[in-house]
């Protein structure tokens, strides 16, 4: 079986597309999650949050 150069070019690309969907997905996910994490949100100074929590206040709340 030989590879011409339509199929590593068809490869490639299939690749590239699964890859984007992988990356939009997880971006989706995160974005589900903060708004879930916010729906239940209230706030303390003194509460030690995740990195991925505290990523999602700083994107949210508004700076003073």
């Known amino acids: 079986m030989t590879f011409e150069r339509t199929d590593v070019i068809g490869v490639g690309l299939a690749v590239t597309?699964?890859?984007m969907v992988a990356g939009l997905s997880?971006?989706?996910w995160?974005?589900?999650r903060?708004?879930?994490f916010m729906a239940?949100?209230?706030y303390s100074a003194s509460a030690t949050y995740?990195?991925?929590q505290q990523a999602c206040?700083?994107?949210r709340l508004p700076r003073p």
């Open 50 to 52: 995740t990195p991925e």
């Open 40 to 42: 239940s949100f209230e």
């Open 26 to 28: 997880l971006e989706s």
């Open 17 to 19: 597309a699964i890859a």
């Open 57 to 59: 206040l700083d994107e």
């Open 34 to 36: 903060c708004d879930e």
């Open 30 to 32: 995160a974005i589900t």
